[in-house]
């Protein structure tokens, strides 16, 4: 299962390497990525997109008849360029568009409605806790006064704000880029929902059965690093408690990626889009390890 087809690359590959033998079953929340997978459903009849969630795995699982036999899963969280080139999705400065970046454009608040509508201390939370933006404060208080006389509505306004309170542009990185991923994680509720599907990836794979998750900040690799870290330890009794009485045998996964895998230079040359990603993968284990 691949949880966040988005361009199809990854759902490609896979196709490519397990035969006509497997299947795989695609998901996304983006309708558009959905739209873009018809095109290789026809190319591969053993490919079936559906638009969801990758919260609704585990439903998904039950519904197409494979929950506990799934033998991987793959999850890479980051934003399809696909989306980062269209400036009417509004994830990206590079072009002026409107101030939406949700993934499913269908559903939830956008990013000008928390711009604004939240309190002021609710943005300071969102730029500091998923931004890890250090003027979080400043701007926060910033957008409290202006959107009284102008909202937010487009990209480009908020991100030569955020640019004039850092005094100008500086370096290869954008001032705005914590605020953007701030905002994009509240707008999609990512960090909400990224242990969720964790905990389904582990319900619906097979014994033996593989996840993989591609993150691209530290925010998300700590969740899955945590996660995978609890689960495979074999004893889950407190840390204070002298002896351990649980057996010792309750791991669940078996981590496969010792530390945490970043793409080689070659591989970043050719897609500049992937330095910053972090994989780690992990095998579930069966009932008694």
Aim: glycine content about 10%.
């Amino acid at each position: 299962m691949d949880c966040t087809f988005g361009g199809g690359g990854h759902a490609r590959e896979i196709l490519n390497r397990m035969g006509s033998a497997g299947r795989l079953i695609a998901l996304d929340r983006d309708a558009e990525a959905v739209n873009r997978g018809r095109e290789l459903e026809a190319e591969f009849e053993n490919l079936k997109v559906l638009h969801r969630n990758f919260t609704d795995l585990m439903d998904v699982a039950k519904e197409e008849g494979v929950f506990g036999r799934v033998n991987g899963i793959l999850a890479d969280l980051g934003t399809s360029m696909f989306q980062l080139k269209n400036p009417g999705r509004g994830f990206s400065f590079s072009a002026d568009g409107p101030l939406d970046m949700r993934m499913d454009t269908g559903t939830g608040l956008t990013a000008a409605d928390i711009l604004n509508q939240y309190a002021e201390e609710d943005l300071v939370r969102i730029f500091r806790d998923y931004g890890e933006e250090r003027y979080a404060g400043r701007i926060a208080r910033e957008v409290a006064v202006r959107r009284r006389h102008v909202p937010y509505r487009n990209t480009l306004d908020f991100a030569k704000q955020v640019e004039d309170i850092y005094g100008g542009r500086r370096g290869r990185i954008h001032p705005a880029t914590r605020c953007f991923q701030a905002l994009r994680i509240a707008v999609n509720e990512e960090l909400e929902s990224l242990p969720r599907f964790l905990e389904s990836g582990l319900e619906v794979l097979a014994t033996g059965g593989t996840l993989v998750v591609i993150s691209f900040h530290s925010l998300e690799d700590r969740i899955v690093k945590n996660f995978f870290r609890d689960k495979a330890k074999g004893c889950i009794c407190p840390p204070e408690q002298a002896q351990c009485t649980c057996g010792g045998n309750n791991a669940k996964l078996r981590i496969l990626t010792r530390k945490v895998v970043r793409p080689s230079g070659w591989e970043v040359e050719r897609n500049p889009a992937s330095r910053s990603s972090r994989l780690r993968a992990a095998e579930k284990l069966g009932a008694a390890q």
